[in-house]
């Protein structure tokens, strides 16, 4: 781990929707260590400011790819870049998905609009390592059809062993799927709570109703995982900005087991 940005050079940039995009990176000299999938980065906008971005892909050469919505001044400027551009990057950062812990069992993803990019690297990992774990269930909701990430990459997953599904808040002319809060699709795949793990990642509401949901249906506290986000500022659990209750969730999260991120989210002053 760096406290000092490396450089990294942009070496590919995918329009994901209207206002994500994903930037594959790779190191102008000095690499960061290797990142787990849910660890995050701070990604530097040069005469910008920077922002913790998780990685949503790791390559061969330690090339990275982080996908960002543009929701701000810096996040702005990073969906502006293009191939050849240069960034700062520092990191790895916080807790990632304990995939240790789900090895033996169905593996749970639940998704709400981009919180599936810090998920797709479980999915990945996963499906390249089918003996370790049993079913994979993808469970995926966002605001519009247009706002679902990786198209072709969804598409691909459907043709393996995973059952995948899609839910949208607003559908739009022409779709034939879900329509409804991603919690609907629970009943829709098949698990069973005494033999699955469930990670999940979106907006703090989504991530509630959701643990609840799984809780109601038998699945213990201690196999669902969470990726909270608050506003983080130093990425070094200095500066307090991300401050959950006891934790600083760019040092002990943004990956947290629900047993101890429920009673914290359930404090309303938190």
């Given at each position: 781990?760096?406290?000092?940005?490396?450089?990294?050079?942009?070496?590919?940039?995918?329009?994901?929707?209207?206002?994500?995009?994903?930037?594959?990176?790779?190191?102008?000299?000095?690499?960061?260590?290797?990142?787990?999938?849910?660890?995050?980065?701070?990604?530097?906008?040069?005469?910008?400011?920077?922002?913790?971005?998780?990685?949503?892909?790791?390559?061969d050469a330690h090339r990275l790819v982080h996908t960002i919505r543009s929701i701000g001044a810096v996040t702005d400027a990073l969906c502006r870049l293009r191939a050849g551009d240069a960034i700062g990057l520092r990191g790895p950062y916080g807790t990632g998905w304990d995939l240790d812990a789900a090895a033996?069992?169905?593996?749970?993803?639940?998704?709400?609009?981009?919180?599936?990019?810090?998920?797709?690297?479980?999915?990945?990992?996963?499906?390249?390592?089918?003996?370790?774990?049993?079913?994979?269930?993808?469970?995926?909701?966002?605001?519009?059809?247009?706002?679902?990430?990786?198209?072709?990459?969804?598409?691909?997953?459907?043709?393996?062993?995973?059952?995948?599904?899609?839910?949208?808040?607003?559908?739009?002319?022409?779709?034939?799927?879900?329509?409804?809060?991603?919690?609907?699709?629970?009943?829709?795949?098949?698990?069973?709570?005494?033999?699955?793990?469930?990670?999940?990642?979106?907006?703090?509401?989504?991530?509630?109703?959701?643990?609840?949901?799984?809780?109601?249906?038998?699945?213990?506290?201690?196999?669902?995982?969470?990726?909270?986000?608050?506003?983080?500022?130093?990425?070094?659990?200095?500066?307090?900005?991300?401050?959950?209750?006891?934790?600083?969730?760019?040092?002990?999260?943004?990956?947290?087991?629900?047993?101890?991120?429920?009673?914290?989210?359930?404090?309303?002053?938190?």
């Amino acid at each position: 781990m760096t406290t000092a940005p490396l450089p990294y050079r942009v070496t590919a940039v995918s329009a994901e929707t209207a206002d994500c995009v994903s930037l594959e990176v790779a190191p102008v000299g000095r690499a960061l260590s290797e990142f787990s999938p849910g660890r995050f980065a701070m990604v530097y906008a040069f005469g910008v400011g920077e922002v913790p971005i998780s990685v949503s892909a790791t390559g061969d050469a330690h090339r990275l790819v982080h996908t960002i919505r543009s929701i701000g001044a810096v996040t702005d400027a990073l969906c502006r870049l293009r191939a050849g551009d240069a960034i700062g990057l520092r990191g790895p950062y916080g807790t990632g998905w304990d995939l240790d812990a789900a090895a033996g069992l169905d593996v749970l993803v639940v998704a709400g609009g981009i919180g599936l990019a810090p998920l797709r690297p479980v999915v990945r990992h996963v499906l390249d390592h089918p003996g370790h774990y049993g079913g994979l269930r993808v469970l995926i909701g966002a605001r519009t059809p247009e706002d679902l990430l990786y198209g072709e990459e969804l598409e691909h997953w459907r043709r393996t062993s995973a059952q995948v599904e899609v839910t949208v808040d607003r559908p739009g002319p022409g779709w034939r799927g879900s329509v409804g809060v991603v919690t609907t699709l629970l009943d829709r795949v098949d698990w069973r709570p005494d033999r699955t793990a469930a990670l999940i990642c979106g907006p703090e509401v989504m991530i509630r109703h959701t643990a609840r949901a799984l809780l109601i249906r038998g699945l213990p506290a201690r196999r669902i995982q969470v990726s909270l986000e608050r506003n983080m500022r130093c990425g070094t659990g200095h500066c307090g900005h991300c401050q959950l209750g006891p934790l600083l969730l760019c040092r002990d999260g943004p990956v947290v087991g629900y047993d101890r991120a429920r009673p914290l989210l359930a404090v309303r002053e938190l």
